[in-house]
């Protein structure tokens, strides 16, 4: 048996790689992990909280309205940047605007943090993988001062952090510095993230892809001939390949980058710009697919360079294996009218 290596002995250990190793990145994302383990203990509950101790919606017996978990997470983690003193706002998918903190300590905080408290919120019921997914930026206004929206719209090539918490099978904590991507799985038996995927990357190539097809008929005609040469069989190319959909972008996205695949989430007729959050869950999730080898787009453009002009602009995504990713990006330029 190898040493057992904890999330926060890692951090220390690569503390070094931060662009500006002062320790406050450490401690923000060991107040991440703090967080996520108490939202894992809370989606653990759900069920029991749904359907055994009073539905959410209904008043518990302090008179307080029980809340959806989502709006749970998202307090969670509010609570803890803003407590923690190294972030001076957040936005967050749950919020229609984003959150300066104005005590003293967050003020001087260097960091704002963008996240989707409970992404595939719609599986808790029944019972499905979920996660959070965050990213992380230094500040663009002065030091000492509120946070501004200028903040909060950086292009995501100017994240310092970003990661996801999946509460899967296991609850897995991944992340990046931009120096590789690293996982780690709750012991729940210790309380402890231990390193369990070290350096990740995303095979070049698979044979599973992921979409929400009843979008089929309403997409770009380059993804719909994809999804076409998906199907098709070829013995010599191992097709067809499986389809795989779980309807949590962060599972999705996890199986994608540990078995290689790719995922879609295009721009439909009765929606634009897909559907998908570019600050929130895209921009986090492309700085991870490219440390593991893999490529995000919007179709036209790379994901982290998209100047963000709002909060909860959205945009059409194409996220995984390198190959996969840029054969339905020619296919799109090809059929492009
Ligand atoms: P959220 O629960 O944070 O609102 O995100 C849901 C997202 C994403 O997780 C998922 O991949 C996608 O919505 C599924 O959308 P469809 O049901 O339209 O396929
Ligand atoms: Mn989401
Ligand atoms: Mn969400």
Redesign the pocket.
């Given at each position: 048996m190898s040493k057992i290596v904890t999330l926060q002995e890692f951090i220390i250990d690569r503390q070094n790689e931060f662009p500006f190793a002062s320790g406050e990145l450490s401690r923000l994302l060991n107040d991440i992990s703090v967080a996520s383990k108490i939202v894992s203990r809370d989606v653990r509950k759900a069920g029991l909280v749904d359907h055994i101790l009073g539905t959410h919606g209904a008043v518990n017996i302090q008179g307080e309205e029980q809340q959806k978990l989502d709006v749970v997470a998202d307090n969670q983690f509010i609570k803890m940047f803003e407590n923690g003193g190294e972030v001076c706002g957040i936005a967050s998918?749950e919020n229609d605007d984003f959150v300066a903190f104005e005590n003293k300590a967050s003020k001087k905080g260097k960091y704002v943090v963008l996240f989707?408290p409970?992404?595939?919120?719609?599986n808790v019921d029944v019972n499905v993988s979920i996660g959070t997914i965050f990213s992380i930026y230094k500040r663009i206004s002065p030091v000492g001062e509120s946070a501004t929206l200028e903040d909060m719209l950086q292009e995501g090539t100017k994240q310092i952090a970003a990661g996801y918490v999946l509460y899967g099978s296991s609850t897995m904590l991944v992340y990046t510095t931009g120096h590789g991507v690293n996982g780690f799985t709750l012991d729940p038996s210790i309380g402890e993230f231990c390193l369990s995927h070290p350096n990740m990357i995303m095979p070049e190539t698979s044979r599973i892809y992921s979409m929400?097809e009843g979008n089929i008929d309403q997409c770009h005609l380059g993804i719909q001939k994809y999804i076409q040469y998906c199907q098709e069989e070829d013995k010599s190319t191992g097709r067809p390949y499986s389809g795989r959909?779980i309807?949590?972008?962060?599972a999705?996205f996890h199986r994608s980058l540990i078995k290689g695949g790719i995922y879609i989430?295009p721009a439909t007729n009765s929606s634009a710009a897909g559907?998908?959050r570019l600050l929130y869950?895209c921009n986090p999730l492309a700085f991870i697919a490219e440390q593991a080898n893999g490529i995000a787009s919007d179709g036209k453009r790379r994901i982290l360079d998209i100047k963000p002009n709002k909060l909860h602009q959205r945009v059409p995504y194409i996220v995984g294996s390198k190959k996969m990713v840029n054969q339905v990006l020619e296919l799109i330029a090809k059929n492009d009218n």
């Open positions: 998918e989707d409970l992404d595939g919120s719609s929400n959909y309807g949590s972008l962060v999705d989430y559907k998908l869950e």
